[in-house]
């Protein structure tokens, strides 16, 4: 499987402000997506982060609260905007190789804190 | 109905015996079927997937696959305390989306 790191591993921030989540894997990859796991909850995707274009966001999700990035096949951001405390949660972001299957792996998590 | 159904739990089992853990989902169009395990502060790290209906054996860990019944099942043998966990099952939808369930919590204990 892939290595993949997230930076911030974890932070707590205040009300209105922004944070921005960052995914590095070490190889390339085709597919790269950012999930979000609320306290005792499954996880639900955001979106999926695609290379060179806007990223395809899923219901209840919009790109002026999370705007994602990915420049290259390697890296993606996540950015949570205006933060509230609902957005406490743990951030996830998981990748598919280019070669190899369906699988997708998943980074170690960003917990988020909003006060 | 959810698209992927999970028993919560939490279920107990002693350490040694056989944990079954199921998921149904409602998509008949998936075709690719993941269980993954997370530990508590932890995220989920993917111990089996199955495509095909039937059996899939990795150790001491089995998925089962049954397509007419739109039913997947992960079987745990010879149980051991660091196998409790949350036990989450995903489907790939038809637009290639990845759906979980809840979740099925496991304790075994020694």
């Known amino acids: 499987s892939a290595v993949i790191s997230q930076k911030p591993s974890r932070d707590i921030c205040q009300r209105g402000t922004s944070l921005t989540i960052q995914c590095q894997v070490d190889?390339?990859?085709?597919?790269m997506f950012w999930y979000r796991q609320q306290p005792g909850q499954s996880l639900t995707l955001i979106a999926t982060?695609?290379?060179?274009?806007?990223?395809?966001?899923e219901s209840g999700f919009v790109i002026d609260k999370f705007p994602i990035s990915r420049p290259n096949l390697t890296f993606s951001t996540l950015t949570v905007s205006n933060m509230s405390p609902e957005d406490s949660s743990i951030y996830l972001c998981?990748?598919?190789?280019?070669?190899?299957?369906?699988?997708?792996?998943f980074g170690p998590g960003t917990r988020l804190t909003v006060l | 109905q959810k698209e992927v159904e999970q028993n919560s739990g939490p279920l107990s089992v002693p350490e040694g015996a056989i944990a079954s853990l199921n998921c149904t989902y409602s998509?008949?169009?998936?075709?690719?079927f993941f269980w993954y395990r997370q530990y508590s502060g932890k995220s989920p790290e993917l111990i089996m997937f199955?495509?095909?209906?039937g059996d899939k054996e990795d150790g001491r860990f089995t998925a089962q696959l049954n397509k007419a019944s739109q039913y997947v099942s992960l079987l745990i043998r010879d149980s051991q305390p660091s196998d409790s966990a949350t036990y989450l099952c995903a489907v790939k939808s038809v637009r290639g989306k990845l759906i979980f369930g809840q979740g099925t919590e496991l304790s075994v204990k020694p």
């Open positions: 199955i495509y095909s209906n």
């Open positions: 998981s990748v598919e190789r280019a070669s190899g299957g369906n699988e997708q792996f």
């Open positions: 190889s390339q990859v085709t597919m």
């Open positions: 998509d008949r169009g998936s075709q690719s």
């Open positions: 982060a695609n290379q060179g274009s806007e990223a395809t966001y």
